[in-house]
């Protein structure tokens, strides 16, 4: 039991980290449509100014000009986030993951591992085994 809690008492500052570890909003591909790329310039310009809702509006508008832009879908899914609206921002996460699977910047990003990655039912994945006692401890 001792040996578990020493374990998990160095695990917990990397699971902190990760789980607070900013995801950025993206800037649109090359060959975006111009209203895109000015739309979602303005939406990232208000986004790190903490403008959730101006940013929302932004990027609804890039979107609205190029559908199949992945990063403005992505950078949706960041400022619903951070106006709370999760559900909708899971869809523009998955949607954002369809357009561009091959994008590391958006699939492998922490925002969109919490809200597209199934819930871990276990902390087998950080070397701990796979019996009762450590399994599903921190809900992860």
């Not at 790329?37 to 959730?52: K, R």
């Not at 357009?99 to 039912?121: C, D, F, M, R, W």
């Amino acid at each position: 039991m001792r040996s578990v809690r020493n374990i998990a008492v160095l695990i917990s500052p990397v699971l902190l980290f990760a789980c607070t570890t900013a995801s950025p909003p993206l800037p649109v591909s090359t060959g975006a449509d111009p209203s895109a790329v000015t739309h979602n310039v303005e939406g990232i310009d208000h986004y790190n100014m903490a403008h959730w809702d101006e940013a929302k509006r932004h990027f609804e508008a890039a979107i609205k000009s190029d559908p199949k832009s992945a990063e403005a879908h992505y950078n949706m899914a960041l400022a619903l986030d951070k106006l709370g609206d999760h559900a909708k921002a899971r869809g523009y996460f998955k949607r954002a993951g369809e357009l561009a699977p091959g994008n590391t910047a958006i699939t492998q990003s922490s925002a969109y591992q919490i809200h597209v990655s199934p819930p871990k039912e276990s902390v087998t994945g950080y070397g701990l085994g796979s019996g009762t006692a450590a399994s599903g401890k921190f809900g992860y």
